[in-house]
């Protein structure tokens, strides 16, 4: 998988769990754990874009 395909999977799974994390809250039971499970793993994956993007962009300029 080249690095802008890995990028994109991350993008759309970031997406994704902006959108599980938005209906979860739209849900009355909602469980503050799940919640705080799904921004800990939306964050993982922001983290891990930035570092991907840091690369390629120190990449391209050398």
């Known amino acids: 998988m080249s690095l802008e395909a890995h990028v994109m999977e991350l993008k759309r799974r970031h997406q994704a769990l902006e ?3 938005q209906t979860t809250l739209a849900c009355p039971s909602a469980s503050p754990l799940k919640i705080a499970e799904l921004k800990r793993k939306k964050l993982q994956l922001k983290d891990t874009l ?7 962009a120190s990449k391209s300029v050398h």
Not at 50 to 56: F, V
Request: hydrophobic share 40%.
């Open 19 to 21: 959108e599980e994390i």
């Open 50 to 56: 930035e570092q991907l993007k840091l690369g390629m």
